[in-house]
């Protein structure tokens, strides 16, 4: 697994992992003849030093398409250091979600890991159901199409909460942060499928295409 390349990076930093940007390998030795395959999205902070260690808050998550998350970002909650942005690592496991990233959306599909650069204001709701990747010409022969709702394990590099903000563009700084006390404002918009399909970009292996 060394040096393994794995997915690839947005302009704001943030990895997505999905799969020929998987290093997928047997689970297990070839004389127990064990089915099971491993799906490998990071290398690991010991094999990589640059990929984040993560000791946060760690859980699932259930979206459908009214849980229209608002803009925010991670930092730090311990007072007793200095406050910090934290990594968010997001892996969808089934469904497809959209994410606002920086203040582009993507349209993520299932068996996709997003490690979210420290400081990039994101949301997340799920995909409305009819957006057919197949149909759109981004799956190729693999069909899949939106259901509405989407499953995801999610886990913080430190203990965090929620910062609400209007900003769309990566925070260098900790102290660029300003803080949107109107949630409703910043909530991810509400999207059908020619919305999705208008202002979407979509996430496939290691391609991003735009439609329109």
């Given at each position: 697994?060394?040096?393994?390349?794995?997915?690839?990076?947005?302009?704001?930093?943030?990895?997505?992992?999905?799969?020929?940007?998987?290093?997928?390998?047997?689970?297990f030795?070839?004389?127990?003849?064990?089915?099971?395959?491993?799906?490998?999205?990071?290398?690991?902070?010991?094999?990589?030093?640059?990929?984040?260690?993560?000791?946060?808050p760690?859980g699932?998550?259930?979206?459908?398409?009214?849980?229209r998350?608002?803009?925010?970002?991670?930092?730090?909650?311990?007072?007793?250091?200095?406050?910090?942005?934290?990594?968010?690592?997001?892996?969808?496991?089934?469904?497809?979600a959209?994410?606002?990233?920086?203040?582009?959306?993507?349209?993520?599909?299932?068996?996709?890991?997003?490690?979210?650069?420290?400081?990039?204001?994101?949301?997340?709701?799920?995909?409305?159901?009819?957006?057919?990747?197949?149909?759109?010409?981004?799956?190729?022969?693999?069909?899949?199409?939106?259901?509405?709702?989407?499953?995801?394990?999610?886990?913080y590099?430190?203990?965090?909460?929620?910062?609400?903000?209007?900003?769309?563009?990566?925070?260098?700084?900790?102290?660029?942060?300003?803080?949107?006390?109107?949630?409703?404002?910043?909530?991810?918009?509400?999207?059908?499928?020619?919305?999705?399909?208008?202002r979407?970009?979509?996430?496939?292996?290691?391609?991003?295409?735009?439609?329109?």
């Amino acid at each position: 697994m060394a040096n393994f390349d794995y997915g690839f990076t947005l302009p704001d930093g943030t990895i997505i992992a999905h799969g020929e940007g998987v290093l997928t390998k047997q689970a297990f030795p070839p004389e127990l003849q064990l089915p099971g395959t491993m799906h490998v999205f990071s290398p690991g902070h010991e094999t990589d030093p640059s990929v984040p260690c993560f000791q946060g808050p760690a859980g699932i998550l259930d979206f459908d398409t009214t849980c229209r998350m608002p803009r925010h970002v991670h930092m730090t909650t311990n007072t007793s250091k200095p406050q910090k942005f934290v990594t968010e690592k997001i892996l969808v496991m089934n469904g497809v979600a959209l994410a606002e990233l920086s203040g582009t959306i993507y349209v993520i599909p299932p068996m996709t890991m997003v490690i979210i650069k420290p400081g990039s204001p994101h949301a997340w709701v799920a995909c409305p159901p009819g957006v057919d990747f197949q149909k759109l010409g981004i799956s190729g022969d693999e069909k899949l199409v939106s259901e509405g709702k989407f499953y995801a394990v999610y886990e913080y590099s430190d203990a965090t909460t929620f910062f609400p903000t209007t900003q769309n563009k990566r925070l260098e700084s900790v102290d660029d942060y300003v803080k949107c006390d109107d949630l409703q404002s910043i909530r991810f918009p509400e999207l059908d499928v020619e919305g999705v399909i208008k202002r979407g970009t979509f996430v496939w292996g290691k391609t991003l295409k735009k439609l329109s």
